[in-house]
Protein backbone atom coordinates (compact mmCIF):
# COMPACT_ATOMS: atom_id res chain seq x y z
CA UNK A 1 0.00 0.00 0.00
CA UNK A 2 1.11 3.71 -0.64
CA UNK A 3 1.53 6.67 1.57
CA UNK A 4 -0.92 8.35 -0.70
CA UNK A 5 -3.83 5.62 -0.03
CA UNK A 6 -2.15 5.54 3.95
CA UNK A 7 -3.04 9.37 3.72
CA UNK A 8 -6.87 8.83 2.35
CA UNK A 9 -7.54 6.26 4.85
CA UNK A 10 -6.64 7.83 7.50
CA UNK A 11 -7.75 11.30 5.99
CA UNK A 12 -4.84 13.07 7.24
CA UNK A 13 -3.69 15.31 4.03
CA UNK A 14 -0.26 14.89 2.93
CA UNK A 15 2.53 17.70 3.98
CA UNK A 16 3.09 20.74 2.04
CA UNK A 17 5.53 23.31 2.00
CA UNK A 18 5.03 26.89 2.74
CA UNK A 19 5.51 27.61 -1.07
CA UNK A 20 2.56 24.82 -2.23
CA UNK A 21 0.07 25.98 0.38
CA UNK A 22 0.58 29.69 -0.77
CA UNK A 23 0.48 28.85 -4.41
CA UNK A 24 -3.15 26.86 -3.09
CA UNK A 25 -4.55 29.92 -1.28
CA UNK A 26 -3.38 32.46 -4.28
CA UNK A 27 -5.75 32.15 -7.39
CA UNK A 28 -3.60 32.18 -10.67
CA UNK A 29 -3.12 35.34 -12.15
CA UNK A 30 -5.33 34.99 -15.24
CA UNK A 31 -8.21 33.41 -13.69
CA UNK A 32 -11.19 35.89 -13.85
CA UNK A 33 -11.95 37.49 -9.98
CA UNK A 34 -14.90 37.97 -8.68
CA UNK A 35 -17.36 40.00 -10.09
CA UNK A 36 -15.26 40.09 -13.13
CA UNK A 37 -16.96 40.40 -16.90
CA UNK A 38 -19.74 42.56 -14.86
CA UNK A 39 -19.19 45.41 -17.51
CA UNK A 40 -20.20 42.84 -20.88
CA UNK A 41 -23.88 42.91 -21.86
CA UNK A 42 -26.16 40.61 -23.52
CA UNK A 43 -27.55 43.20 -26.27
CA UNK A 44 -30.71 42.31 -28.39
CA UNK A 45 -31.91 45.21 -30.57
CA UNK A 46 -35.72 44.21 -32.42
CA UNK A 47 -37.71 45.93 -34.96
CA UNK A 48 -40.89 46.60 -34.11
CA UNK A 49 -42.87 43.52 -33.10
CA UNK A 50 -40.11 41.14 -34.03
CA UNK A 51 -39.50 38.38 -31.02
CA UNK A 52 -36.18 38.63 -29.75
CA UNK A 53 -34.26 35.63 -30.22
CA UNK A 54 -33.08 33.58 -27.07
CA UNK A 55 -30.30 35.04 -24.60
CA UNK A 56 -27.14 33.53 -24.91
CA UNK A 57 -26.50 31.02 -22.30
CA UNK A 58 -23.05 30.17 -23.05
CA UNK A 59 -20.53 32.19 -21.26
CA UNK A 60 -18.77 35.19 -23.16
CA UNK A 61 -15.26 33.59 -24.36
CA UNK A 62 -12.33 36.00 -24.23
CA UNK A 63 -10.92 36.95 -27.61
CA UNK A 64 -6.81 36.94 -27.80
CA UNK A 65 -5.46 40.03 -28.51
CA UNK A 66 -3.68 39.86 -31.93
CA UNK A 67 -6.92 38.09 -32.83
CA UNK A 68 -8.38 41.03 -32.24
CA UNK A 69 -6.04 42.91 -34.23
CA UNK A 70 -5.61 40.85 -36.82
CA UNK A 71 -9.48 41.14 -37.43
CA UNK A 72 -9.50 45.03 -37.17
CA UNK A 73 -6.18 45.50 -39.80
CA UNK A 74 -8.76 43.47 -41.94
CA UNK A 75 -12.10 45.51 -41.54
CA UNK A 76 -9.57 48.58 -42.41
CA UNK A 77 -8.13 47.56 -45.29
CA UNK A 78 -11.24 46.57 -46.37
CA UNK A 79 -12.95 49.85 -45.64
CA UNK A 80 -9.86 51.74 -47.65
CA UNK A 81 -10.32 49.57 -50.48
CA UNK A 82 -13.95 50.16 -50.55
CA UNK A 83 -14.03 54.14 -50.52
CA UNK A 84 -11.24 53.82 -53.14
CA UNK A 85 -13.34 52.42 -55.24
CA UNK A 86 -15.98 54.97 -54.16
CA UNK A 87 -14.06 57.84 -55.42
CA UNK A 88 -12.59 55.83 -58.71
CA UNK A 89 -16.40 55.23 -59.34
CA UNK A 90 -17.81 58.89 -59.06
CA UNK A 91 -18.18 61.33 -61.20
CA UNK A 92 -15.99 64.29 -61.04
CA UNK A 93 -18.09 67.52 -59.41
CA UNK A 94 -18.79 70.20 -61.51
CA UNK A 95 -16.47 72.96 -61.37
CA UNK A 96 -18.43 76.64 -61.08
CA UNK A 97 -16.18 78.31 -59.19
CA UNK A 98 -14.69 81.54 -61.27
CA UNK A 99 -11.09 81.56 -62.92
CA UNK A 100 -8.82 84.17 -63.10
CA UNK A 101 -6.76 84.72 -66.49
CA UNK A 102 -3.45 86.04 -67.04
CA UNK A 103 -2.94 89.97 -65.42
CA UNK A 104 -3.45 92.24 -68.54
CA UNK A 105 0.01 94.44 -69.75
CA UNK A 106 0.25 97.71 -72.13
CA UNK A 107 1.69 95.14 -74.60
CA UNK A 108 -1.34 92.54 -74.66
CA UNK A 109 -3.80 95.48 -75.17
CA UNK A 110 -1.51 96.95 -78.29
CA UNK A 111 -0.58 99.55 -75.94
CA UNK A 112 -4.07 101.18 -76.09
CA UNK A 113 -4.04 102.94 -72.20
CA UNK A 114 -8.19 103.32 -72.38
CA UNK A 115 -8.20 99.08 -73.30
CA UNK A 116 -5.70 98.47 -70.78
CA UNK A 117 -7.13 100.49 -68.10
CA UNK A 118 -10.63 98.63 -68.84
CA UNK A 119 -9.01 94.92 -68.44
CA UNK A 120 -7.14 95.50 -65.61
CA UNK A 121 -9.97 96.59 -63.45
CA UNK A 122 -11.90 93.30 -64.93
CA UNK A 123 -8.97 91.51 -63.68
CA UNK A 124 -9.18 92.90 -60.38
CA UNK A 125 -12.65 92.26 -60.41
CA UNK A 126 -12.45 88.48 -60.82
CA UNK A 127 -9.48 88.36 -58.54
CA UNK A 128 -11.46 89.28 -55.78
CA UNK A 129 -14.36 87.13 -57.10
CA UNK A 130 -11.93 84.33 -56.83
CA UNK A 131 -10.73 85.24 -53.46
CA UNK A 132 -14.00 85.28 -52.34
CA UNK A 133 -15.06 81.68 -53.63
CA UNK A 134 -11.69 79.91 -52.20
CA UNK A 135 -12.70 82.31 -48.72
CA UNK A 136 -16.26 80.37 -48.85
CA UNK A 137 -15.18 76.72 -49.69
CA UNK A 138 -12.89 76.66 -47.20
CA UNK A 139 -14.85 77.75 -44.48
CA UNK A 140 -17.76 75.58 -45.67
CA UNK A 141 -15.22 72.93 -45.79
CA UNK A 142 -14.10 73.49 -41.92
CA UNK A 143 -17.76 73.52 -41.04
CA UNK A 144 -18.69 70.11 -42.73
CA UNK A 145 -15.09 68.84 -41.07
CA UNK A 146 -16.29 69.92 -38.24
CA UNK A 147 -20.29 68.26 -38.47
CA UNK A 148 -18.31 65.27 -39.50
CA UNK A 149 -16.17 65.05 -36.66
CA UNK A 150 -18.70 65.47 -34.33
CA UNK A 151 -21.03 62.84 -35.85
CA UNK A 152 -17.90 60.38 -35.16
CA UNK A 153 -17.57 61.29 -31.91
CA UNK A 154 -20.87 60.86 -31.12
CA UNK A 155 -20.93 56.92 -32.83
CA UNK A 156 -17.94 56.24 -30.53
CA UNK A 157 -19.57 57.63 -27.21
CA UNK A 158 -22.47 55.61 -28.38
CA UNK A 159 -20.47 52.83 -29.10
CA UNK A 160 -19.19 52.61 -26.06
CA UNK A 161 -21.89 53.25 -23.73
CA UNK A 162 -23.81 50.32 -24.98
CA UNK A 163 -21.31 47.84 -24.11
CA UNK A 164 -21.94 44.99 -26.18
CA UNK A 165 -18.98 42.98 -26.21
CA UNK A 166 -19.61 41.86 -30.08
CA UNK A 167 -20.11 45.51 -31.63
CA UNK A 168 -17.17 44.87 -33.66
CA UNK A 169 -18.28 41.85 -35.95
CA UNK A 170 -21.98 43.47 -35.79
CA UNK A 171 -20.20 46.53 -37.03
CA UNK A 172 -17.99 44.35 -39.50
CA UNK A 173 -21.30 42.99 -41.12
CA UNK A 174 -22.59 46.28 -42.16
CA UNK A 175 -19.62 47.22 -43.33
CA UNK A 176 -19.28 44.64 -45.69
CA UNK A 177 -23.59 45.15 -46.53
CA UNK A 178 -24.07 49.16 -46.92
CA UNK A 179 -22.16 51.30 -49.36
CA UNK A 180 -19.83 53.98 -48.43
CA UNK A 181 -22.13 56.72 -49.52
CA UNK A 182 -24.84 54.60 -47.56
CA UNK A 183 -22.87 54.33 -44.54
CA UNK A 184 -22.22 58.22 -44.09
CA UNK A 185 -25.75 58.18 -44.56
CA UNK A 186 -26.43 56.09 -41.51
CA UNK A 187 -23.87 58.04 -39.68
CA UNK A 188 -25.13 61.67 -40.27
CA UNK A 189 -29.02 61.18 -40.31
CA UNK A 190 -29.59 58.37 -37.32
CA UNK A 191 -29.93 60.52 -34.17
CA UNK A 192 -28.20 57.16 -32.34
CA UNK A 193 -25.96 55.92 -35.13
CA UNK A 194 -24.42 53.40 -33.52
CA UNK A 195 -26.80 51.81 -31.89
CA UNK A 196 -28.85 51.29 -35.47
CA UNK A 197 -25.07 49.97 -37.28
CA UNK A 198 -25.54 47.23 -34.21
CA UNK A 199 -29.01 46.29 -34.51
CA UNK A 200 -29.00 46.11 -38.46
CA UNK A 201 -25.00 44.59 -38.26
CA UNK A 202 -27.17 41.75 -36.08
CA UNK A 203 -29.82 41.65 -38.75
CA UNK A 204 -28.21 40.71 -42.16
CA UNK A 205 -31.63 40.49 -43.89
CA UNK A 206 -32.97 43.48 -42.52
CA UNK A 207 -29.70 45.29 -43.65
CA UNK A 208 -29.56 43.79 -47.04
CA UNK A 209 -33.31 45.17 -47.37
CA UNK A 210 -32.10 48.64 -46.55
CA UNK A 211 -29.43 48.52 -48.88
CA UNK A 212 -31.28 47.48 -51.57
CA UNK A 213 -32.73 51.02 -52.00
CA UNK A 214 -30.33 52.91 -54.11
CA UNK A 215 -31.89 56.42 -53.81
CA UNK A 216 -30.54 58.00 -51.13
CA UNK A 217 -33.72 60.10 -49.76
CA UNK A 218 -35.42 56.94 -49.90
CA UNK A 219 -32.74 55.11 -47.87
CA UNK A 220 -32.94 58.24 -45.34
CA UNK A 221 -36.47 57.77 -45.04
CA UNK A 222 -36.29 53.77 -44.39
CA UNK A 223 -33.32 54.19 -42.06
CA UNK A 224 -35.12 56.86 -40.04
CA UNK A 225 -38.08 54.05 -39.79
CA UNK A 226 -36.26 51.58 -39.00
CA UNK A 227 -34.64 53.22 -35.93
CA UNK A 228 -38.18 54.70 -34.97
CA UNK A 229 -38.71 50.82 -34.39
CA UNK A 230 -35.89 49.75 -32.67
CA UNK A 231 -36.45 48.06 -29.17
CA UNK A 232 -33.69 47.18 -26.83
CA UNK A 233 -33.45 45.19 -24.11
CA UNK A 234 -29.76 44.38 -22.23
CA UNK A 235 -29.04 41.84 -19.44
CA UNK A 236 -26.03 41.63 -17.73
CA UNK A 237 -23.98 38.93 -18.85
CA UNK A 238 -21.17 37.47 -16.33
CA UNK A 239 -18.24 34.95 -16.76
CA UNK A 240 -18.89 31.77 -13.86
CA UNK A 241 -16.33 31.97 -11.23
CA UNK A 242 -13.45 29.47 -11.66
CA UNK A 243 -14.89 26.57 -9.26
CA UNK A 244 -14.01 26.50 -5.77
CA UNK A 245 -10.80 24.74 -4.63
CA UNK A 246 -10.49 23.74 -0.88
CA UNK A 247 -7.49 24.73 0.99
CA UNK A 248 -5.28 22.63 2.32
CA UNK A 249 -3.99 22.35 5.64
CA UNK A 250 -1.29 20.29 7.43
CA UNK A 251 -3.08 19.16 9.65
CA UNK A 252 -6.14 16.12 10.42
CA UNK A 253 -9.54 16.96 8.72
CA UNK A 254 -10.81 16.65 12.58
CA UNK A 255 -9.10 20.09 12.83
CA UNK A 256 -6.86 18.52 16.02
CA UNK A 257 -3.04 18.77 15.25
CA UNK A 258 -0.85 15.62 14.99
CA UNK A 259 2.45 16.87 16.84
CA UNK A 260 3.87 13.22 16.35
CA UNK A 261 3.04 13.24 12.63
CA UNK A 262 3.87 16.38 11.52
CA UNK A 263 7.60 15.64 13.22
CA UNK A 264 7.97 12.56 11.55
CA UNK A 265 6.98 13.74 8.38
CA UNK A 266 9.51 16.69 8.83
CA UNK A 267 12.01 14.26 9.89
CA UNK A 268 11.48 12.22 6.72
CA UNK A 269 11.42 15.00 4.36
CA UNK A 270 15.04 16.01 5.71
CA UNK A 271 16.18 12.71 5.73
CA UNK A 272 14.47 10.81 2.79
CA UNK A 273 13.25 7.63 5.00
CA UNK A 274 9.43 7.56 4.92
CA UNK A 275 9.77 4.45 6.94
CA UNK A 276 8.50 5.92 10.21
CA UNK A 277 5.89 8.03 9.06
CA UNK A 278 4.12 4.48 7.25
CA UNK A 279 4.98 2.42 10.40
CA UNK A 280 3.04 5.45 12.27
CA UNK A 281 0.12 5.44 10.52
CA UNK A 282 -0.30 1.57 10.92
CA UNK A 283 -0.13 2.17 14.54
CA UNK A 284 -2.88 5.11 14.33
CA UNK A 285 -4.86 3.05 11.78
CA UNK A 286 -4.98 -0.01 14.18
CA UNK A 287 -5.95 1.69 17.36
CA UNK A 288 -9.05 3.16 15.17
CA UNK A 289 -10.53 -0.39 14.75
Known sequence: MTIENEDQELNVPPVETEQEQEQEQTPPADAPGEGEGDDENEVVI??????????SEEPAQSTPAWVKELRKSQR???????????????????????????????????????KYDVALEKWYTDKGKVEAHAATQKQEQSKQQEA??????????N?????????????????????????????????????LVYALGKNPA??????????????????????KEMKMTTTPRKTPPPPDRPLKGS???????????????????????????????????????
Open 46 to 55: TFGDEPAPPP
Open 76 to 114: DLQRENRELRSKLQAPAPADNAPTLGAKPTLEAMEWDTD
Open 148 to 157: WQAKLTSYQT
Open 159 to 195: KAALKAPDFEEAEHAATEIFSVTQQGVLLQGAENSAQ
Open 206 to 227: KAKELAAITDPVRFAWKAAQLE
Open 251 to 289: GPVGGSSDATLERLRADAERTGDLSKVVAYKRDMKSRQK
